[in-house]
T-cell receptor, first 126, second 114 residues
Framework: GAVVSQHPSRVICKSGTSVKIECRSL??????MFWYRQFPKQSLMLMAT?????????EQGVEKDKFLINHASLTLSTLTVTSAHPEDSSFYIC??????????????????????FGPGTRLTVL | AQSVTQPDIHITVSEGASLELRCNYS??????LFWYVQSPGQGLQLLLK??????LVQGIKGFEAEFKRSQSSFNLRKPSVHWSDAAEYFC????????????FGAGTRLFVKA
């Protein structure tokens, strides 16, 4: 099945520094990727939708200048946490949308329009 | 507003016993429905999904879920739980048209006792 990778899996940084997290779709092209944040023992909260070649769409309450998203290619989206502070410590999970259009058939069927999740990145800001 | 409710924060079952995790949703129309499992410190793995057709869907690891339109529910079941099933389970919904935004429930933590 499709695989989504994230790098790094775990990062510890000092307060005030910036951290970049990469999300890659390994065997399909993803025009749309999503970034989620998950606090301990809580659910996933969508932060933003990343569209290849255009600006990301942020959810209400998410600071776009703090969480910079770049989707420069069909297989890579990055999330940069700028000037990180301890309250930014969290588990960040990306997901990629596979519409099934990467292969020889360009018929878009809802059953192949699937969202695959990365393994997550644990960010700790000291 | 769209929402997903998982009324049980945590559930404990004995190994070999049956399991049912509840999920109710509030949506303008029947959405796509999903169940995901998350082990500690890991990402999400899709267990099963409902798009249309047969309301009883089979998933991986012996899980199944039944969609009941009249109750706006999509409960997850497993006839015999294994210790390795201990994890966090999330119900999620996504609208059929007009976007790909997935909304997650708060999750249910499953504990399995020997």
């Amino acid at each position: 099945g499709a695989v989504v990778s994230q790098h790094p899996s775990r990062v510890i940084c000092k307060s005030g520094t910036s951290v970049k997290i990469e999300c890659r779709s390994l065997d399909f092209q993803a025009t749309t990727m999503f970034w989620y944040r998950q606090f301990p023992k809580q659910s996933l909260m969508l932060m933003a939708t990343s569209n290849e070649g255009s600006k990301a769409t942020y959810e209400q309450g998410v600071e776009k200048d703090k969480f910079l998203i770049n989707h420069a290619s069909l297989t890579l989206s990055t999330l940069t946490v700028t000037s990180a502070h301890p309250e930014d410590s969290s588990f960040y999970i990306c997901s990629a949308r596979d519409t099934g259009a990467s292969g020889s058939s360009f018929l878009l069927k809802s059953s192949t329009d699937t969202q695959y999740f990365g393994p997550g990145t644990r960010l700790t800001v000291l | 507003a769209q929402s997903v409710t998982q009324p049980d924060i945590h559930i404990t079952v004995s190994e070999g016993a049956s399991l049912e995790l509840r999920c109710n949703y509030s949506y303008g129309a029947t959405p796509y429905l999903f169940w995901y499992v998350q082990s500690p410190g890991q990402g999400l793995q899709l267990l099963l999904k409902y798009f249309s057709g047969d309301t009883l869907v089979q998933g991986i690891k012996g899980f199944e879920a039944e969609f009941k339109r009249s109750q706006s529910s999509f409960n997850l079941r497993k006839p015999s739980v294994h210790w390795s099933d201990a994890a966090e389970y999330f119900c999620a919904v996504r609208r059929i048209t007009g976007g790909f935004k997935t909304i997650f429930g708060a999750g249910t933590r499953l504990f399995v006792k020997a």
